[in-house]
């Protein structure tokens, strides 16, 4: 198992910008497929981006493709989440997650998470 620890996430009104980061540390983190999800207050838990371990593969769901940009730092064992246009239905917690599969945009093909972080985009 990985370890995972997200930051970043705070309070922005809508149109900004926010990074968020993901810190790994147990495994090598280039064996991993890493993801973005999040769920908002009374939601499913979503899925956002998803980057392969060698970062050469990207997914964006629908509706945050052309405003948000995944990429990862293998040296530093660390995956980030550059938010921009930000929209009050882009509030959540955010959640990074770590996968040994080669494929799937599912929570269950995702077996390592962290505990998330508050992103938060006023009106």
């Known amino acids: 198992q990985v370890q995972l620890v997200e930051s970043g996430g705070g309070l922005v009104q809508a149109g900004g910008s926010l990074r968020l980061s993901c810190a790994a540390s147990?495994?090598?983190?280039?064996?991993?497929?890493m993801g973005w999800f999040r769920q908002a207050p009374g939601k499913e838990r979503e899925f956002v981006a998803v980057i392969s371990g060698s970062g050469l593969t990207i997914v964006y769901a629908d509706s945050v493709k052309g405003r948000f940009t995944i990429s990862r730092d293998n040296a530093k064992n660390t995956l980030y989440l550059q938010m921009n246009s930000l929209k009050p239905e882009d509030t959540a917690v955010y959640y990074c997650?770590?996968?040994?599969?080669?494929?799937?945009?599912?929570?269950?093909?995702?077996?390592?998470w962290g505990q998330g972080t508050q992103v938060t985009v006023s009106s």
């Open positions: 997650a770590a996968s040994r599969t080669s494929f799937g945009l599912q929570r269950v093909d995702f077996g390592s």
């Open positions: 147990g495994r090598t983190f280039a064996n991993y497929r």
